[in-house]
């Protein structure tokens, strides 16, 4: 994703005068970026799920030093609209209210939580890919044909596959018709994503390039499913889609 201009030139932070002047000076236009963001991701031109321009995108765009970026970035981690995932991107998260359910910090999580995020989405998903099946639209298989082709397309860099492989079960949540099936997957956001909860350093290249393709191909299971209308079958793939994904954590960590 790419963000319009900034509506004006915004001094970079590094002009700023050293000692408290300066210091304030970054404060405000962390401000500024924050603010743009926000708008952009409550007016959904950033929809939940869209992977946020790199840290270079947005200082180029803003006219601003990497630490405005970060300041600015971890603002809007602390207003839970977006979430980090070290060496993978942010991602915008669904605007939530207090007591909302919410993924803990993945990056800290380890393979107890992992598992139980995905026994949550066994007992969720498994039975919203068969009602999408039955209520799906032309419109809604349409994004969902867009989300296989868009991860199918990303291999080669695995961070770039998270936004689409979220973004094909929220098509299906949103499939179902059912707005509190869609609101809850919008809530569990990105973290919900097993990938973004291991290091790229912690697999084997070759291994992941061949887990990733396993991933499309059940991915195309369930969508061919639901193109057929097919309940049952839908079920079915979604489950053996995260039974397989749940014993992939558990021999990743072994």
Same mark, same amino acid.
């Given at each position: 994703?790419?963000?319009?201009?900034?509506?004006?030139?915004?001094?970079?932070?590094?002009?700023?005068?050293?000692?408290?002047?300066?210091?304030?000076?970054?404060?405000?236009? #962390?401000?500024?970026?924050?603010?743009?963001?926000?708008?952009?991701?409550?007016?959904?031109?950033?929809?939940?799920?869209?992977?946020?321009?790199?840290? $270079?995108?947005?200082?180029?765009?803003?006219?601003?030093?990497?630490?405005?970026?970060?300041?600015? @970035?971890?603002? &809007?981690?602390?207003?839970?609209?977006?979430?980090?995932? *070290?060496?993978?991107?942010?991602?915008? &998260?669904? %605007?939530?209210?207090?007591?909302? &359910?919410?993924?803990?910090?993945? $990056?800290?999580?380890?393979?107890?939580?992992? @598992? %139980?995020?995905?026994?949550?989405?066994?007992?969720?998903?498994?039975? $919203?890919? #068969?009602?999408?099946?039955?209520? *799906?639209?032309?419109?809604?298989?349409?994004?969902?044909?867009?989300?296989?082709?868009?991860? !199918?397309? *990303?291999? #080669?860099?695995?961070?770039?596959?998270? %936004?689409?492989?979220?973004?094909?079960?929220?098509?299906?949540?949103?499939?179902?018709?059912?707005?509190?099936?869609?609101? @809850?997957?919008?809530? @569990?956001?990105?973290?919900?994503?097993?990938?973004?909860?291991?290091?790229?350093?912690?697999?084997?290249?070759?291994?992941?390039?061949?887990?990733?393709?396993?991933?499309?191909?059940?991915?195309?299971?369930?969508?061919?499913?639901?193109?057929?209308?097919?309940?049952? %079958?839908?079920? !079915?793939?979604?489950?053996?889609? &995260?039974?397989?994904?749940?014993?992939?954590?558990?021999?990743?960590?072994?």
């Amino acid at each position: 994703m790419t963000l319009a201009a900034a509506p004006r030139p915004v001094p970079t932070a590094s002009d700023a005068p050293e000692g408290t002047g300066g210091a304030r000076r970054t404060r405000t236009l #962390a401000h500024d970026v924050v603010q743009a963001l926000t708008q952009r991701i409550r007016t959904g031109e950033i929809r939940p799920g869209d992977k946020l321009p790199s840290e $270079s995108e947005i200082m180029q765009t803003f006219g601003v030093s990497r630490g405005v970026v970060r300041e600015a @970035l971890s603002k &809007l981690q602390a207003a839970q609209l977006v979430v980090t995932q *070290h060496g993978v991107g942010t991602f915008a &998260l669904e %605007s939530r209210h207090d007591g909302w &359910l919410r993924v803990g910090d993945a $990056s800290g999580a380890g393979l107890d939580d992992m @598992l %139980s995020v995905l026994e949550l989405r066994l007992c969720l998903e498994s039975e $919203s890919a #068969a009602i999408a099946a039955v209520r *799906h639209t032309p419109e809604q298989l349409a994004e969902m044909r867009r989300a296989v082709d868009d991860f !199918a397309a *990303h291999l #080669a860099a695995p961070g770039e596959t998270v %936004s689409p492989d979220f973004r094909f079960h929220r098509a299906i949540a949103d499939a179902t018709g059912n707005p509190y099936i869609a609101d @809850l997957m919008r809530q @569990l956001g990105p973290p919900v994503i097993p990938r973004t909860r291991v290091p790229a350093t912690q697999m084997d290249p070759h291994e992941r390039a061949l887990r990733l393709q396993r991933v499309v191909a059940e991915h195309e299971q369930i969508y061919d499913a639901i193109a057929r209308r097919d309940a049952d %079958s839908a079920r !079915a793939a979604m489950r053996i889609h &995260l039974v397989n994904s749940r014993e992939r954590q558990r021999r990743s960590a072994g």
